[in-house]
């Protein structure tokens, strides 16, 4: 369970971007946080796994303030949490299997990942992910050789060799065609039910957050304005959560065929 109570985070002296935010995921749900650009959906992320340092209040994952880490314990609690980034962030000169492997950095020693020696049981675990998400083909591929929706699942699969306790997303789809969008949407959703992995997505498209995603938050100028099921995203919602912001800011982009109601 991911508890995060009282966040408060400030970029040097100006106002707090993050303001006093509470939000309980439980479970294997899908969850995505929409608002207009600024909002914090970012930062809410980054504060999560600390690539950004909290200002105040606590983030518990499965009871472990992560605040207060530091170093060994930071690195170990770092590890449990997932990140699938919106550039794929993979080392393209490095094969798929390579790439997925990373994500055991941590679990196991610097000569066998220098070496690549994985041990076996990574590589059996490496190949029923890759499998399940489709490009186990590709093991032996440079990453650079994939297209956009081979490589986000490809940065799936090193997150998920982490062995997370829940998997961040921050903006997964944002790089891709419509239709590959939703595949990974798609896969996100199917990843979160049988893994029973709690996934928190930062999105634009609201119509992919309404489709794929169990819960909606909405995010305004720092605070969480919205917490609900899809279904209870209605116009007056919508409304609060991107008054005066532009159209496309309330669905996916330019490519979005139907504009969020
Ligand atoms: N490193 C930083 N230093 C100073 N201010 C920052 C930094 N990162 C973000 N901000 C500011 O914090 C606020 C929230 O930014 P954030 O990126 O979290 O919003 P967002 O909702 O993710 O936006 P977008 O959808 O455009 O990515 C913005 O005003 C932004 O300018």
Redesign the pocket.
């Known amino acids: 369970m991911l508890k995060i109570t009282d966040l408060v985070?400030r970029?040097?002296s100006?106002d707090p971007?993050?303001k006093n935010l509470d939000l309980t995921i439980e479970g294997e749900s899908v969850v995505s946080?929409i608002?207009?650009?600024?909002?914090?959906?970012?930062?809410?992320?980054?504060c999560i796994n600390r690539l950004?340092e909290p200002t105040s209040g606590t983030i518990e994952l499965n009871g472990t303030d992560l605040t207060r880490l530091r170093g060994k314990n930071l690195r170990a609690a770092r590890r449990k949490i997932g990140m699938v980034f919106q550039g794929f962030n993979l080392v393209d000169r490095l094969t798929v299997m390579e790439n997925v492997q990373s994500g055991r950095l941590g679990y196991i020693s610097t000569w066998s990942a220098i070496t690549r020696r994985y041990p076996k049981q990574d590589i059996r675990r490496a190949y029923e992910l890759m499998e399940r998400v489709g490009i186990a083909h590709y093991a032996d591929t440079r990453a650079d050789q994939l297209s956009g929706g081979e490589r986000q699942r490809v940065g799936v699969v090193r997150a998920l060799m982490q062995e997370p306790d829940i998997l961040l997303a921050?903006?997964p789809t944002a790089s891709l065609d419509p239709k590959t969008s939703e595949q990974i949407m798609g896969l996100l959703r199917d990843l979160s039910r049988e893994l029973k992995l709690p996934v928190l997505i930062?999105i634009?498209n609201v119509n992919e957050a309404k489709e794929y995603t169990d819960r909606i938050v909405g995010?305004r100028y720092?605070r969480i304005i919205f917490d609900d099921k899809p279904a209870m995203l209605d116009p007056a919602a919508m409304e609060a959560i991107y008054a005066g912001s532009p159209h496309a800011?309330r669905s996916g982009g330019p490519d979005d065929k139907a504009a969020a109601s």
């Open positions: 985070k970029y040097g100006g971007v993050l946080i608002g207009s650009s600024g909002a914090g959906k970012s930062t809410l992320l980054r950004v921050d903006e930062n634009h995010m720092g800011d």
